[in-house]
């Protein structure tokens, strides 16, 4: 089944810089790549989503970009501010034994610092 | 429109109990999942459904059970609580290679 693995754990930026979080995954045939912010105490909520026949996606301050050939999708946010502050993870769709299912990262706690 | 509903949101549960989390959306999504969450572990899938009438395990399945009672409503079980299975367990659905809707998550804890 899919696997999906998530990096840094732990990211600290200072207001206004740019974060960015790396995910990758195994199942070639994944074609669904979102990604989730969680801040404390609710629920996981899209941020943005990318599918397997794009190479980038923008929404403003954030961006998501796809390496199929590495099996690698990125997120990207600019300018961050302290409402950033929060878990976000990245998924894929799972082929095979996991079919149809999101296989989660284990997630990374992003700290803007004002 | 409530999206995804779960009940209840907060429980203790003494080990060796049973319990029901209910979930129910409203979207007319065909597939139905629960996950756990736990601290450092992202969200692990442990029982979903594709469609009604169905049921797979996911990830860790083991010491729960499902139901898909309808197309709306989604129950997940535990028969002999443990604490191992303290975590924070949400339901969410979706439509095929679509975003996931999560539910607002139940707290649970197993003394």
């Known amino acids: 089944g899919e696997n999906v693995e998530q990096h840094p754990s732990t990211l600290s930026v200072q207001e206004g810089d740019s974060a960015v979080i790396k995910c990758t995954y195994s199942?070639?045939?994944?074609?669904?790549f979102p990604w989730y912010k969680q801040e404390l105490g609710k629920r996981p909520q899209l941020i943005i989503d990318?599918?397997?026949?794009?190479g980038e996606k923008k929404d403003q301050r954030i961006a998501v970009t796809l390496n199929k050939t590495a099996k690698h999708f990125s997120l990207h946010i600019t300018e961050t501010q302290p409402e950033d502050s929060a878990v976000y993870f990245c998924?894929?769709?799972?082929?095979?034994?996991?079919?149809?299912?999101?296989?989660f990262g284990k997630g990374t706690k992003l700290s803007v610092k004002p | 429109n409530a999206g995804v509903t779960q009940t209840p949101k907060f429980q203790v549960l003494k080990t060796g109990q049973s319990m029901t989390l209910q979930c129910a959306q409203d979207?007319?999504?065909?597939?139905m999942y629960w996950y756990r969450q736990d601290p450092g572990m992202g969200l692990r899938l442990i029982y979903y459904?594709?469609?009604?009438?169905?049921?797979d395990k996911g990830e860790v399945p083991n010491g729960y059970n499902v139901s898909r009672l309808n197309k709306r409503e989604f129950s997940l079980r535990l028969e002999s609580a443990a604490p191992s299975q303290t975590s924070v367990y949400f339901c969410a659905s979706r439509i095929e290679n679509t975003e996931a809707f999560f539910g607002q998550g139940t707290r649970l804890t197993v003394v």
């Open positions: 990318i599918r397997s026949n794009v």
């Open positions: 199942d070639s045939a994944s074609n669904y």
């Open positions: 459904s594709a469609s009604e009438g169905t049921t």
């Open positions: 998924a894929a769709r799972g082929y095979g034994g996991s079919q149809g299912n999101l296989i």
């Open positions: 979207m007319n999504h065909n597939s």
